[in-house]
């Protein structure tokens, strides 16, 4: 008898997840969260709060589009229903600042940040996509559990640190559109669950005049609860720590959930949940 695999699935035994990551909290956001809603999608938004209610414009590749953050205000509405993480108090960069300045710009920005949410707040995303060894350090000291890079990964892998987190691709990525047809295809060998996770910024969508990629990639992603988890990026963080808590018996036959989640998975033709504070037994 050969040895039993237990694969993990995401909630409610779905074998894919769907999640996008949007930084800087400018205006452009409203008309982003109004699709993504419409959609019935989720996301994480990484805010900068000691820049909120600034004015500015962004030059790139020769076209200027207006960089207005949001109001303080207004925050709570536009990203209701949604994910809000750290981005920096003030964007600096934080993998080139001394510890102690990248400590408070974390700290600083997750305190803000916390008042607007009235709950904890455990993610972020770098700026400028930079980090360092000693920047971890920091993170894991302010207790942040996850950091998303800009180092695109062409796949659906998930995170092996959490702390470096590569997305899958950047929304004017030239792969987009395949990388989409790839996911919805029906899994014929599950070895694991498949992670999309597309980032940006929403005033990008300006610069190239291209809501419509967008839009129309959305709506491609969109409908398919059977099969995809449409989750922020602090849930599929939080999900995949609580599978990673699960014990077992020392013959492998029991296994116990210790943690608030009901977690999924696949042995054999099986599928198993083991609920909150529940053992489950399990086949050989």
Not at 78 to 84: D, S
Not at 156 to 169: G, N, S, V, Y
Request: hydrophobic share 35%; glycine share 8%.
């Amino acid at each position: 008898m050969g040895l039993r695999r237990d694969t993990l699935l995401f909630p409610e035994g779905r074998k894919k997840a769907l999640t996008f990551s949007y930084d800087d909290a400018v205006t452009q956001d409203v008309r982003f969260l109004e699709l993504l809603n419409g959609f019935g999608l989720k996301g994480t938004f990484n805010i900068n709060t000691g820049l909120l209610g600034n004015q500015d414009h962004h030059t790139q590749d020769g076209k200027t589009v207006t960089h207005y953050k949001l109001n303080p205000e207004e925050i709570p509405e536009v990203y209701a229903g949604q994910e809000l993480a750290v981005h920096g108090l003030t964007h600096l960069d934080l993998a080139a600042v001394p510890t102690a300045t990248a400590a408070y710009e974390v700290m600083a920005d997750r305190r803000n940040i916390e008042e607007i949410t009235k709950a904890p707040v455990r993610g972020m995303a770098y700026p400028f996509g930079t980090y360092s060894e000693e920047l971890l350090a920091v993170l894991r000291n302010c207790q942040i559990e996850y950091a998303r890079t800009v180092a695109a990964t062409g796949t659906f892998a998930l995170p092996e640190d959490f702390l470096q987190w590569h997305p899958t691709c950047h929304h004017n990525d030239e792969r987009l559109f395949a990388l989409g047809e790839s996911f919805l295809k029906p899994v014929e060998d599950y070895r694991g669950p498949l992670l999309f996770y597309v980032w940006g910024h929403t005033y990008e969508f300006d610069v190239y005049d291209n809501w419509d990629r967008i839009e129309t990639f959305m709506q491609r992603m969109s409908g398919h609860g059977e099969e995809i988890w449409y989750a922020t990026n602090q849930e599929i963080c939080d999900y995949v720590n609580a599978a990673k808590q699960l014990r077992y018996s020392a013959n492998g036959r029991y296994v116990y959930n210790p943690t608030v989640r009901t977690v999924w998975f696949a042995t054999g033709n099986e599928t198993i949940a083991v609920a909150p504070g529940e053992t489950a037994a399990l086949k050989r």
